[in-house]
Nanobody, 123 residues
Framework: QVRLVESGGGLVQAGDSLRLSCAAS????????VGWFRQAPGNERAFVAV????????RYADSVKGRFTISRDNAKDTVYLHMNSLKPDDTAVYYC????????????????WGQGTQVTVSS
């Protein structure tokens, strides 16, 4: 079983950047595809980005394409979400999740979840 811990959230202004980290323990993260999801108050958890086990395949939600980049360092058992040009609509709790073997875009496809990190973007 893999345990996931997110970090890097915070309060920023519109146009700023943040880098979220998802650190794994318990099992090698390279075994899993890892996705980022977000959930704003009153909304369902929504797909943001996913990266394959090797890092060669990525997918993004249309709302973040061109602004967010997902990457991974399997040697550090960590996946990152680089967020640029942040907007108030990006405000949410961000979660990382792991599944194997293939990438997925639906929360129901994921077996392991972190506790989330809050990102707040002020206008």
């Amino acid at each position: 079983q893999v345990r996931l811990v997110e970090s890097g959230g915070g309060l920023v202004q519109a146009g700023d950047s943040l880098r979220l980290s998802c650190a794994a323990s318990g099992r090698t993260l390279g075994t899993y595809a890892v996705g980022w999801f977000r959930q704003a108050p009153g909304n369902e958890r929504a797909f943001v980005a996913v990266v394959s086990r090797s890092g060669t395949i990525t997918r993004y939600a249309d709302s973040v394409k061109g602004r967010f980049t997902i990457s991974r360092d399997n040697a550090k058992d960590t996946v990152y979400l680089h967020m640029n040009s942040l907007k108030p609509d990006d405000t949410a709790v961000y979660y990382c999740a792991a599944r194997t073997p293939q990438i997925g875009v639906r929360p129901s496809e994921y077996d392991y979840w972190g506790q989330g990190t809050q990102v707040t973007v002020s206008s």
